[in-house]
């Protein structure tokens, strides 16, 4: 019997066991389970026709689609390392994590938001550097280094199918499966090394608890570069049988049109998405009759968001869950029978195989209900920092502990409970955001002398970027200034929404800045 440890041996799996159900509806695009080993072998094949070989990086940068699953399927059925990109990042920012993960190819969106991604990174790179394959149409001037889906695909047709088939179902739990880039408290993002293993094996934990079932139709709003959309999204959908349904972008008005139209059973997100719903003209009269499972996570959420997202969007399962992208995405769940004061205050308990444990400064184990850092010990810890052993011995100690820079406590039924961060993260809309990051590039502006970012309250997004600097001498900025610039420069989400500008930094003795001092001029 084959052991299900690997992203090629559960598409094969999943073609056995559910056959003729549908494995992902995208527009037009219907791609049933029988369907799905050969659709994914011809990206496979075509990969290696463009000289990919097991262990190569190649990245995504592109929204929810069939072709982004069939692209990361194939990549994987070649032994590759998957290395998703945010879309909403700058070319620069992009071309950023290419470079660094060694990446030799890139598929990326033709044209999105008015963007032309391949032209963009093709002014970054040689033609002999990067090759670049577009999942959708692209209107722009014809690149070099640049092919359509149709015409890569074609180069598979060299390639034998039986060897490509082999080395497919050679690739094992042990093996990485993808390269996710995350930042922490340096402004460089780093690369997280995770197995096919612990993947399979922790969200098969998810599906199991949530009660997703073959036939479930999932509307993956989450981004598929985010371990949400790609691991507790359709990789999820492939372990249970469900129906993947991409959906490129949130938009209120589309979602409520589908969730009728499509019969959506299974709805994960933030809770800004719940609350945009809720909000919504749409919410009296839309038909939300199919809606089932619900799955958001946040340090807290309103007992009566809950509460409603039951009443009023008519969810029969509603939960949290709590992970991090150095755990592969999933550390602890509330199983469906947990009431709504502890899903709302509290993100679940620790899943099988997977230790949650208190640590204080020193590194001492905390009793129940003491606060501290949450550190995490299990199979799904990552393998590593790509390239950055020191920072990778800075998160795990020598026992294996994952140190989380997350500040919680864990009650006398071992559920979670997360109070702060030791990292200066906040969250804005669903996405992390890490000030060190944002701060970088505000250290190249001409007139800032010194920046320092904190996240603060906001109704819609749950929180939002507060910049504070203080300028060199002579020179001038104002906030609408300064928020245009950054425009320019990062991703929107990043983009700070309030500045202040101060005529010095508090210090502490060492001379760093004291960010709880800041909080207090807002």
Not at 391 to 408: F, N
Request: charged share 20%; glycine share 8%.
């Amino acid at each position: 019997m084959t052991v299900i440890d690997s992203v090629p041996r559960l598409v094969f799996a999943a073609a056995k066991k559910y056959g003729d159900l549908c494995a992902i509806e995208d527009g037009d695009i219907n791609i049933s389970y029988r369907d799905l080993p050969q659709r994914s072998i011809d990206v496979c094949r075509a990969l290696i026709a463009e000289g990919i070989q097991p262990g190569d990086r190649v990245a995504i940068w592109g929204c929810n689609s069939a072709s982004w699953i069939l692209a990361a399927i194939g990549l994987q059925m070649a032994g590759a390392v998957l290395v998703p990109i945010n879309t909403r990042m700058k070319a620069v920012e992009a071309a950023d994590i290419i470079q660094r993960s060694g990446a030799k190819l890139v598929f990326s969106e033709g044209d999105f938001l008015n963007n032309d991604f391949p032209a963009q990174l093709s002014a970054l790179f040689e033609s002999s550097q990067l090759a670049i394959v577009t999942l959708t149409p692209r209107a722009g001037e014809p690149l070099g280094s640049c092919c359509d889906w149709t015409s890569f695909l074609s180069k598979g047709n060299s390639v034998s199918l039986d060897s490509t088939l082999d080395l497919a179902m050679s690739i094992t739990g042990d093996d990485l499966s993808d390269l996710m880039f995350t930042s922490g408290t340096t402004g460089k993002p780093k690369g997280v090394m995770s197995r096919h293993g612990s993947m399979i094996r922790a969200f098969s934990v998810f599906i199991e608890t949530l009660g997703i079932v073959p036939g479930d139709r999932y509307l993956v709003i989450n981004p598929f570069f985010h371990s949400f959309g790609y691991k507790a999204g359709w990789v999820s959908c492939l372990l249970a049988g469900a129906t993947i349904l991409p959906q490129s972008v949130f938009d209120a008005d589309e979602v409520f049109t589908r969730i009728s139209n499509d019969k959506i059973t299974v709805l994960p997100g933030p809770p800004t998405l719940y609350l945009s719903l809720l909000a919504h003209p749409s919410l009296a009269t839309a038909d939300l009759s199919s809606l089932r499972v619900a799955v958001t996570g946040a340090a807290t959420i309103p007992p009566v968001l809950i509460e409603r997202m039951r009443s009023q969007l008519g969810f029969d399962v509603v939960t949290t869950a709590y992970g991090l992208t150095e755990c592969g995405g999933l550390a602890t769940i509330c199983d469906t029978s947990t009431d709504n004061e502890t899903i709302a205050n509290t993100s679940g308990r620790a899943i099988a195989g997977t230790q949650v444990a208190i640590m204080s400064a020193d590194g001492e184990h905390l009793p129940a209900g003491a606060t501290g850092e949450i550190c995490i010990h299990g199979f799904h810890v990552m393998k590593g920092y790509f390239e950055q052993p020191e920072a990778t011995a800075q998160a795990i100690d020598a026992q294996g502990w994952l140190h989380t820079g997350d500040v919680g406590h864990v009650d006398e039924n071992g559920y979670l409970s997360i109070t702060d961060r030791l990292k200066d993260m906040y969250i804005s809309g669903g996405f992390n955001c890490y000030p060190a990051e944002i701060e970088a590039v505000l250290a190249q502006h001409p007139a800032i002398a010194q920046s320092a970012v904190v996240g603060i309250s906001d109704e819609r997004m749950g929180e939002v970027g507060c910049a504070f600097i203080t300028l060199k001498p002579d020179h001038t900025t104002n906030q609408a200034d300064l928020i245009g610039w950054c425009k320019e420069r990062m991703a929107n989400y990043r983009v700070p929404r309030r500045v202040e500008i101060i005529p010095a930094m508090p210090l502490n003795a060492s001379n760093k800045i004291v960010k709880a001092e800041l909080f207090k001029l807002i």
